[in-house]
């Protein structure tokens, strides 16, 4: 994108320029936008994992095992399966089912409106859903919160029922559910988990998986070639294999190709991709709601 690229570093001189105006040019400019969401999008917009948001929903958890945030909670391994499900039954409802429109979402939803794009997430909640996003154009690579698999991964397929962690929910006391409401693989007996990669066992990934990826890998396809935009927005660097590091070995690959960063916090870039590579510093969801009322 040799275009954009000279038009970012003769912009990148002027101080002046609002990097929301900036982006916007860039976006427009663009023939194709892969766009890749992390955990600092929902934190932008809210859905921290930290916070208030977090001890007013878990105090007797986190002063049990003194968690630090909700994603270290999320991963913790448990005592026995009642007391795993009474945490998963409240995070699910918080962070999926529950989980309120993101302002953050709908405005990059409406800066994308016909403009030829599609999503790579490592979020498992429900921001896409609720935004009212074509989720023909989102690929969820680390799972849903709101989707169960079997423990021991014995076949692929997913399942859910939201009135049963409802139910999880309402009836559990002192940090467990009651024995009879923990759900179990239809095929194995074993207990089921929430849907969500993990190091040691990845993910269960079913057909509805697999769609979505066939979709993304051929949107990559038939765009490889152009113009195209690589938008990393709040991507940190705790599963760098699924966003970063393929965006940034695209962006190589195509010198017509930029990659734009949007992160507070400044990573590596690799040397050679550094001449095609920005980022955006400023606050997201501001950047983003001045970019949509714009537009």
Same mark, same amino acid.
């Given at each position: ?13 002027? %101080? ?8 916007? #040019?860039?976006? /427009? ?27 007013? !929903? ?15 909670? %999320?991963?913790?391994?448990? /005592? ?7 945490? #998963?039954?409240?995070? %699910? ?15 990059? =939803? ?13 979020? !498992?909640? *429900? !921001? ?11 690929? =969820? ?15 692929? #397929?997913?399942?859910?029922?939201? %009135?049963?962690?409802? #139910?999880? !929910?309402? /009836? ?16 194995? &007996? ?11 066992? &990845? ?50 690959? *195509? ?23 920005? =980022? ?16």
């Amino acid at each position: 994108m040799q275009q954009l690229k000279t038009h970012w570093q003769t912009l990148t001189m002027d %101080s002046s320029l609002p990097q929301a105006d900036f982006l916007h #040019q860039l976006i /427009e400019e663009a023939e194709a936008i892969v766009i890749g969401i992390g955990a600092g999008m929902s934190a932008a917009t809210g859905f921290t994992y930290v916070g208030k948001r977090f001890t007013d !929903a878990f105090p007797d958890f986190i002063a049990k095992y003194r968690f630090f945030d909700m994603l270290q909670a %999320s991963l913790f391994d448990f /005592e026995d399966e009642q007391e795993y499900w009474a945490f #998963q039954s409240r995070f %699910s409802l918080l962070n999926f089912f529950d989980q309120p429109v993101g302002e953050a979402y709908v405005n990059l =939803r409406r800066i994308m409106k016909d403009k030829n794009y599609h999503i790579i997430t490592t979020n !498992a909640d *429900n !921001a896409f859903y609720a935004a009212a996003f074509d989720m023909e154009k989102v690929f =969820r690579i680390q799972g849903e919160y709101g989707l169960w698999q079997c423990s021991n991964h014995c076949h692929q #397929q997913t399942y859910h029922d939201e %009135s049963l962690i409802r #139910q999880m !929910a309402q /009836e559990q006391s002192d940090m467990k559910i009651p024995a009879e409401l923990v759900p179990h693989c239809p095929k194995c &007996g074993a207990v089921m988990e929430i849907n969500k990669r993990n190091e040691e066992k &990845g993910m269960v990934e079913d057909g509805h998986f697999h769609e979505q990826k066939e979709r993304y890998e051929k949107f990559l396809k038939e765009n490889q070639d152009k113009k195209v935009l690589f938008l990393e927005i709040g991507v940190g660097h705790t599963t760098p294999q699924f966003i970063k590091h393929p965006f940034q070995q695209m962006t190589e690959a *195509n010198p017509k190709a930029l990659f734009v960063t949007m992160n507070q916090k400044d990573y590596f870039i690799p040397h050679a991709i550094r001449p095609q590579t920005m =980022r955006i510093d400023e606050d997201i969801a501001e950047v983003l709601h001045t970019i949509a009322l714009n537009d």
